[in-house]
């Protein structure tokens, strides 16, 4: 008898069903076809991605876990509302991991990473030029990737990536404010510079300035959203239903 352990590996030639729906509804959230508030019917979602409600409800319970998708009482699933303390914390805390992280790349990066990191920069220079702002968010989680490995901070990095879809969901609304390509390219080569200076206070400065610039973006932007939502409150363009309504529609 063979003393070798068998092989625990799972053999994965094809994206499931789940995940291609998971990422579908992700896209969808974040690129903002589901708007803040809005709810989710289970019968709609089904029809229109064409999958079973088993597969829907398991993706809306894993959005969730995201913090893309919130479950209420006598209403069921929504997509999430971005709010202002929400937003404000997870600025709070990209500015000090990516600080951390920038400061730590300065110290630690190889030319290799300064050339990876340089290449990131000029992919999302041209995807704001091509108006690509999914390209944006993608080559800019690239780039900080790259700061975070370079800079051997993986734990830090694990954390952010437990806050990718909100991150992202806020991303995607500030990327498409006014000059935003032209400021943040400008912050981020800011950042790359220091980096190659090796100077590690001025990398963390840059990294948390480029943050809190974005962080008061996503603040007045939010912040005219709560006032519509109240206005449409006001006017009483917000139904309520009964469990039993909610249920009809599931």
């Known amino acids: 008898m063979s003393d070798a352990l068998p092989s625990l590996k799972v053999?994965?030639?094809?994206?499931?069903?789940?995940?291609?729906?998971?990422?579908?509804?992700?896209?969808?959230?974040v690129d903002a076809h589901f708007r803040p508030g809005e709810r989710l019917v289970e019968r709609s979602l089904c029809e229109e991605l064409g999958v079973s409600r088993?597969?829907?409800?398991?993706?809306?319970?894993?959005?969730?876990?995201?913090?893309?998708?919130?479950?209420?009482p006598n209403q069921g699933p929504i997509v999430a509302i971005l709010?202002?303390?929400?937003?404000?914390?997870?600025?709070?805390i990209r500015a000090l991991l990516?600080?951390?992280?920038?400061?730590?790349?300065?110290?630690?990066?190889?030319?290799?990473?300064?050339?990876?990191l340089a290449g990131c920069i000029e992919k999302i220079q041209a995807a704001f030029d091509a108006q690509d702002h999914q390209?944006?968010?993608?080559?800019?989680?690239?780039?900080?990737?790259c700061m975070?490995?370079?800079?051997?901070?993986?734990?830090?990095?694990?954390?952010?990536?437990?806050?990718?879809?909100?991150?992202?969901?806020?991303?995607?609304?500030?990327?498409a404010s006014d000059d935003r390509g032209r400021q943040a390219v400008q912050e981020?080569?800011?950042?790359?510079?220091?980096?190659?200076?090796?100077?590690?206070?001025?990398?963390?400065?840059?990294?948390?300035?480029?943050v809190e610039r974005v962080a008061e973006i996503a603040r007045h932007l939010l912040r005219e959203g709560q006032e519509s939502a109240e206005t449409r409150g006001r006017l009483g363009l917000v139904s309520h239903r009964s469990p039993a309504e909610v249920e009809r529609e599931r």
């Open 11 to 29: 053999e994965r030639r094809t994206t499931t069903l789940r995940e291609l729906t998971l990422e579908k509804m992700r896209a969808a959230i």
């Open 54 to 72: 088993t597969v829907v409800r398991e993706v809306l319970r894993h959005l969730e876990t995201e913090g893309l998708v919130d479950s209420i």
């Open 83 to 92: 709010d202002l303390d929400t937003a404000a914390e997870i600025y709070e």
């Open 98 to 116: 990516e600080g951390e992280a920038a400061m730590a790349c300065a110290q630690h990066a190889d030319e290799n990473t300064h050339a990876e």
């Open 135 to 145: 390209a944006v968010r993608a080559f800019t989680s690239a780039f900080y990737e």
């Open 148 to 175: 975070f490995t370079g800079g051997k901070k993986s734990v830090a990095w694990d954390i952010v990536q437990s806050l990718t879809a909100r991150i992202n969901r806020l991303r995607a609304l500030t990327i």
């Open 188 to 210: 981020m080569r800011r950042i790359l510079a220091a980096i190659r200076a090796r100077a590690p206070v001025e990398a963390r400065d840059a990294a948390t300035a480029h």
